[in-house]
């Protein structure tokens, strides 16, 4: 059974940076198109960055762009996301999964953005 665990949110100051991690379990992530998803009450969870099965080709949604960068290691299971240059709007509940989605989902790590 796959488990997937993020970790690396917190409280940060508008401007300043994150680095999530999501450690996989249960699967060869090498795999599959890997990204990140946000989530905040009251609106639908959003997909955020995906990357190729072997790091090649990273794509973005129009409002992360030139700020986060994602990043793989597939022999330790491992994905990350670099966020920088934060904003209050980055704000959510984190989780990452396969590009498209499938139904198993971890608790997500919270990031906050003050202003």
């Known amino acids: 059974q796959v488990q997937l665990v993020e970790s690396g949110g917190g409280l940060v100051q508008a401007g300043g940076s994150l680095r999530l991690s999501c450690a996989a379990s249960?699967?060869?992530?090498?795999?599959?198109?890997m990204g990140w998803y946000r989530q905040v009450p009251g609106i639908l969870r959003e997909w955020v960055a995906s990357?190729?099965?072997?790091?090649?080709?990273?794509t973005y949604t129009e409002s992360v762009k030139g700020r986060f960068a994602i990043s793989r290691e597939n022999a330790k299971n491992m994905v990350y996301l670099q966020m920088n240059d934060l904003k209050p709007e980055d704000t959510g509940v984190y989780y990452c999964?396969?590009?498209?989605?499938?139904?198993?989902w971890g608790q997500g790590t919270q990031v906050t953005v003050s202003s």
């Open positions: 999964n396969s590009v498209p989605w499938k139904d198993y």
């Open positions: 249960g699967s060869d992530i090498s795999l599959n198109v």
């Open positions: 990357i190729s099965a072997f790091g090649g080709v990273s």
